[in-house]
């Protein structure tokens, strides 16, 4: 019986959890961090119709591949961070703030 390969660093034994290193404090567990949506999503302008306001509210991505997010250092400096991350693989390419406006790197894990 072979083994089974593991999606991502967060089900090896190796690397138990991401470090994620944050601008202000430096590299910490991501026990440290709250994951808070999708960074590339946009809310509705105020004429929108209400179907539109559902989507933005209650439909979420679960994009494979490269993605932008919100992440919320609760355990350090409680600022919000940027973060561009590949959902298979778990690795990092960019962290910044929220003003960064980072390229997503070409399709496909790293
Ligand atoms: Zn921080």
């Known amino acids: 019986m072979s083994a089974v390969p593991a999606l991502s660093?967060?089900?090896?034994?190796?690397?138990?959890?991401?470090r994620i290193?944050?601008?202000?404090?430096?590299e910490r567990d991501e026990t440290e961090f709250r994951y808070r949506g999708?960074?590339?999503r946009e809310r509705p302008s105020a004429a929108a119709d209400l179907?539109?306001?559902?989507?933005?509210?209650y439909e979420r991505a679960n994009p494979l591949g490269?993605?932008?997010?919100?992440?919320?250092?609760?355990g350090?400096?409680?600022?919000?961070?940027?973060i561009v991350r590949h959902t298979l693989t778990h690795e990092i390419r960019f962290i910044g703030s929220p003003a960064d406006r980072p390229e997503l790197p070409a399709e496909g894990p790293p």
């Open 21 to 26: 290193r944050c601008p202000w404090c430096g």
């Open 9 to 18: 660093p967060t089900h090896t034994e190796k690397r138990a959890m991401l």
């Open 76 to 82: 350090g400096c409680r600022k919000l961070l940027k």
């Open 51 to 57: 179907a539109q306001f559902n989507t933005f509210v």
């Open 66 to 74: 490269w993605h932008l997010e919100w992440w919320l250092h609760v």
């Open 38 to 40: 999708d960074a590339r």
